[in-house]
């Protein structure tokens, strides 16, 4: 079955201890992206990257880093979680040629 | 700065009941403008991608149109297992990025 994958899916953290969310697809795609979701702002773009690489800044990308080595993973890294980190995670891929954008079930992030 | 807003913010229907859902939007050239669907707890999942003004598309009781300032989500005779939050979402042309602005969504709820 075509799907992006993440892991985990729910986390509790504190403050400044590092953390990393897996994003995994299988279906080749050569985009892939972080997004953030929060009540009243909507899905806001942390990262992209565009093939291995190959990743630049999305509109929020203070606190979080990325890195894209395989095709088909693309792991979202907090170095120093602080609780505006607190959020819901989503990871999402798509091929080059097309603009739609398939999304992972989400990861649900609280730092305390 | 690219922008969408949804409304109405939350909409109860009865079984059977059609009605619309509104997202107005302002881009810097649209390359396309996306609409999804989102359970709780789930990810976003792809419904329809219109790109210019006067396209429509449907898929079994749900049709999105596209005009240069809005898209409209009609539902015809929803069903219960309609009941979701619909997301609206655009990308600018020319921006390597292809980072989706969503609109914070609409939650419909059909009621039996």
């Known amino acids: 079955e075509a799907q992006v994958t993440q892991n985990p899916r729910y986390l509790i953290t504190v403050t400044g201890k590092k953390l990393t969310v897996t994003c995994s697809q299988n279906?080749?795609?050569?985009?892939m992206s972080w997004y953030r979701q929060d009540p009243g702002l909507g899905l806001r773009q942390i990262y992209y990257?565009?093939?291995?690489?190959?990743?630049d800044k999305g509109d929020v990308p203070e606190g979080y880093k990325v890195s894209r080595k395989e095709k088909r993973n693309f792991p979202l890294i907090l170095e120093s979680p602080s609780p505006n980190q607190t959020s819901l995670y989503f990871c999402?891929?798509?091929?080059?040629?097309?603009?739609?954008?398939?999304f992972g079930p989400g990861t649900r992030l609280l730092v305390l | 700065e690219d922008q969408v807003t949804q409304s109405p913010e939350a909409l109860r229907l009865q079984e059977g009941e059609s009605s619309s859902l509104n997202c107005s939007y302002t881009?810097?050239?649209?390359?396309?403008l996306f609409w999804y669907r989102q359970d709780p707890g789930k990810g976003p999942e792809f419904l329809f991608t219109?790109?210019?003004a006067g396209e429509e598309k449907e898929k079994e009781r749900l049709k999105a149109t596209l005009t240069k300032k809005e898209s409209f989500l009609h539902i015809t005779a929803p069903k219960p297992e309609d009941s979701a939050t619909y997301l609206c979402?655009?990308?600018?042309?020319?921006?390597?990025?292809?980072?989706?602005?969503f609109g914070s969504g609409t939650r419909l709820q059909v009621q039996p």
């Open positions: 999402a891929s798509s091929l080059l040629g097309s603009e739609t954008q398939y």
């Open positions: 279906m080749n795609h050569e985009y």
């Open positions: 990257s565009m093939n291995v690489e190959v990743t």
């Open positions: 881009v810097s050239g649209l390359r396309g």
């Open positions: 219109l790109y210019s």
């Open positions: 979402a655009v990308q600018a042309r020319g921006t390597g990025r292809r980072a989706l602005t």
